[in-house]
């Protein structure tokens, strides 16, 4: 499967962002797709996932409240909504898929497939 992430920028403090990730080249029905995160001089981190046939998510503890996960299947593209966002948000955010990684384990077994990823700013 091939992924590409778009619609990052720059937003202030307390703004919103909605960051796509469209998929082609498989079917996505076996599918998990999730949304990681790395900033400069960190580690990558999990930020949530969901499972495309089903469509339930699982999100990490900062994520949880502020960012959802959406999938929209004509499309086969998966959203990531940001509200609320802060300075700590900042980071390149990749979108990534893998037919054997359920969404739930994807943050402690990441997955194969990765997209380029796109920069997100978050100015005070």
């Known amino acids: 499967v091939q992924l590409q992430a778009s619609g990052g920028g720059l937003v202030q403090a307390g703004g919103s962002l909605r960051l796509s990730c469209a998929a082609s080249g498989r079917t996505l029905s076996r599918y998990a797709l999730g949304w990681f995160r790395q900033a400069p001089g960190k580690e990558r981190e999990f930020v949530g996932a969901?499972?495309?046939?089903?469509?339930?998510?699982y999100y990490a503890d900062f994520a949880k409240g502020r960012f959802t996960i959406s999938r929209d299947s004509a499309k086969n593209t998966m959203n990531l909504q940001m509200n609320s966002l802060e300075p700590e948000d900042t980071a390149v955010y990749y979108c990534?898929?893998?037919?054997?990684?359920?969404?739930?384990?994807?943050?402690?077994?990441?997955?194969?497939?990765w997209g380029q990823g796109t920069q997100v700013t978050v100015s005070s």
């Open positions: 990534a898929g893998d037919p054997f990684v359920e969404a739930h384990a994807m943050s402690v077994s990441p997955p194969g497939y």
């Open positions: 969901i499972n495309w046939s089903v469509g339930n998510t």
